[in-house]
C-alpha cells in the first residue's frame, strides 16, 4: 500500500468545501446554542450565502497549499507551507477567530467569513496530506 494514499487536486477541492461547509453548519448550530459569540456570526441568523461562501472559501483554501507550494520537486516535495507548525498555527487562529473575536466587528462579516473558511479549506489540506505515507514535516 505504500504511496497508495496521494491525494490529488480533486480530493483536496471537494475536502476543502466539504470541510467548510460542515464547518459552517457546525459554526451555525454553536452560535445558536450561545456556545460561540453571535457577534461572529450574526447570532446565527445566517443565510444561504454564507453557506455558499463557506463552501466555495473552503475549496479555494484546500487548494491553496499546493498552489503555494506546488509539487515541482516531485509529488514528494513538501516544506513549510505543508508543516505541522503550520498547521498548528493555523489551528490556533481559526480557534481565535472562533473564540477571541478576530476581525469581530460587524462590517467585516463577509471578509472574515471568507477568510475564515479558506483558513478551514487550507487546515483540510494539511490535514489529508497528513494522513498520507509520506506525512508532514515537521518545520519544513
Ligand atoms: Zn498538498
Redesign the pocket.
Known sequence: MEGALMPTAKTHRRLGATFGVGIAILVSVLTQKGMISGALFRGGQLDIFFFLMAGACGLLGGLL??IIEPSFHGPRH?GFF?SILLLFGLGILAFLFLYGGVLASPEQFYWRIGVFFVLIGYIS?LLV?LLTDQGLPLIF
Do not use: I, L
Open positions: 497549499p499546493d513538501r505543508h489540506h496530506d
